[in-house]
């Protein structure tokens, strides 16, 4: 139907709205919190922004509520995502695209993610909710990554942890990196 923001940001525009409200805070008040401007967050809820990582991050911040909340779709009974589809946000630093495959509940909070790098500019993320965990697994290529002063180098099959409520940074080594990361949010 024209007029109607498509998905994804159909879904993050509902997600804002839903998550605004359960908080019961105004767009002003959750614009200052999450250090974004009025107008942004109102495009957003609108569903005609174009959202950043970052100031989706900081949004669900400021809501107390994981990443995964902002984008999921409604529930389904079951869900498939092809390869190169399902709501994909890119980074403004890097060639770093995360592609959301599942969001936790209100019981089992954590998502899965399957992330997109490619050589050049490193991916900075500040720290995401508190006691955050983040889980990676290699699939193709080299990724460098971890909290600032703690980095490793993995590859295929290669596996590692480390705490998300901290700065940390994704490093592509070779180009065509992809990894699943499964974010715990306590």
């Given at each position: 139907?024209?007029?109607?923001?498509?998905?994804?940001?159909?879904?993050?525009?509902?997600?804002?709205?839903?998550?605004?409200?359960?908080?019961?805070?105004?767009?002003?008040?959750?614009?200052?919190?999450?250090?974004?401007?009025?107008?942004?967050?109102?495009?957003?809820?609108?569903?005609?922004?174009?959202?950043?990582?970052?100031?989706?991050?900081?949004?669900?911040?400021?809501?107390?509520?994981?990443?995964?909340?902002l984008v999921e779709p409604a529930?389904?009974?079951?869900?498939?995502?092809?390869?190169?589809?399902?709501?994909?946000?890119?980074?403004?630093?890097?060639?770093?695209t995360g592609t959301l495959l599942?969001?936790?509940?209100?019981?089992?909070?954590?998502?899965?993610?399957?992330?997109?790098?490619?050589?050049?500019?490193?991916?900075?993320?500040?720290?995401?909710?508190?006691?955050?965990?983040?889980?990676?697994?290699?699939?193709?290529?080299?990724?460098?990554?971890?909290?600032?002063?703690?980095?490793?180098?993995?590859?295929?099959?290669?596996?590692?942890?480390?705490?998300?409520?901290?700065?940390?940074?994704?490093?592509?080594?070779?180009p065509g990196t992809f990894a699943?990361?499964?974010?715990?949010?306590?």
């Open positions: 139907m024209p007029g109607e923001p498509a998905a994804p940001l159909a879904n993050i525009a509902a997600a804002l709205r839903r998550e605004r409200e359960r908080v019961g805070v105004s767009l002003t008040e959750l614009a200052h919190r999450a250090g974004v401007s009025e107008s942004t967050l109102a495009h957003l809820e609108s569903g005609t922004g174009n959202p950043s990582v970052k100031t989706l991050w900081a949004l669900g911040v400021a809501l107390g509520v994981p990443f995964s909340r529930d389904v009974d079951i869900r498939v995502i092809r390869a190169g589809e399902g709501p994909r946000v890119g980074s403004e630093q890097a060639d770093f599942s969001a936790g509940t209100a019981h089992l909070r954590r998502d899965v993610y399957l992330i997109e790098l490619e050589p050049g500019a490193v991916r900075e993320a500040d720290g995401h909710t508190p006691r955050s965990i983040e889980h990676v697994v290699v699939a193709a290529g080299r990724l460098r990554l971890g909290p600032e002063g703690g980095t490793v180098d993995l590859g295929p099959g290669d596996y590692a942890t480390f705490p998300g409520d901290t700065p940390h940074r994704y490093e592509a080594l070779v699943v990361l499964v974010m715990e949010h306590p």
